[in-house]
């Protein structure tokens, strides 16, 4: 079998089985178009992404991941569900419970939160693609797009389940930059220089860095230009096997 999908809290969910496994496990957390549903994925659909995911299945890993209720924007439903899944892989599955973290985008806002709650016992390294790191920053960031902008304040407004009118105040409390400067376990940022957005973020990531290197916690950023975003692949799986030499 070399995938099967299944249900939790009437989410879909996605496993697939390598080959020759090597016991460690993946847990890929999408952007804002990710989706599971009964029949297959974005992950498998996309050509990018079910690339990584057989580059991954070659090298031994177990890759697990859900719907997790669409454009979430990492409200506490989606977290909650994402550590579920987790824990129903770790009992049905044979695996390490140190799972490495794959996150796109949006993505990314939920593994900050899943960093803080399950650390480095459940964690073993996380990698962030492009990553969504502030929802503060991202609306200030998209204020000028006003389709898109608009767009974007509906979805936060139904995944935080607020008026929108309180956003900008309940973005500014959240403390996604705290869990990233204060989390001890091993983390890569690769970050495509792709739009001017994309460069505003290169500036926040190089003070990250700074921190990071003070508290002596572990952080490896890589830019990437669109043209060699085939590289990619190479350097998370490289990352990855950096952390599995202690089980």
Request: with cysteine; hydrophobic share 40%; net charge neutral.
């Amino acid at each position: 079998m070399e995938s099967r999908n299944f249900q939790l809290d009437a989410e879909w969910n996605m496993i697939h089985y390598p080959e020759k496994p090597s016991g460690f496990g993946i847990l890929i957390l999408g952007d804002e178009r990710n989706f599971v549903h009964a029949d297959g994925s974005f992950w498998t659909q996309n050509e990018g992404k079910s690339l990584l995911l057989n580059k991954c299945k070659d090298e031994g890993y177990t890759i697990f991941y859900s719907n997790l209720y669409g454009k979430s924007w990492g409200n506490a439903k989606a977290v909650n569900l994402a550590r579920r899944l987790y824990e129903h892989i770790i009992r049905t599955e044979i695996i390490n419970e140190r799972v490495h973290l794959i996150a796109e985008g949006m993505g990314a806002l939920v593994a900050l939160k899943l960093l803080n709650e399950m650390g480095p016992s459940q964690i073993r390294a996380c990698v962030l693609i492009n990553p969504i790191l502030s929802l503060h920053d991202h609306l200030e960031l998209e204020r000028e797009h006003k389709f898109y902008y608009k767009k974007l304040i509906k979805e936060l407004s139904v995944s935080l389940d607020t008026d929108t009118a309180e956003l900008e105040t309940i973005t500014k409390g959240m403390n996604e930059y705290d869990i990233i400067e204060n989390n001890d376990i091993p983390m890569k940022i690769i970050q495509v220089l792709y739009d001017r957005r994309a460069y505003k973020q290169a500036n926040l990531l190089k003070k990250l860095t700074v921190t990071r290197k003070e508290n002596e916690m572990p952080l490896s950023i890589c830019y990437i230009l669109p043209e060699k975003r085939n590289q990619i692949d190479g350097q998370i799986l490289n990352f990855l096997k950096q952390y599995e030499r202690i089980l």
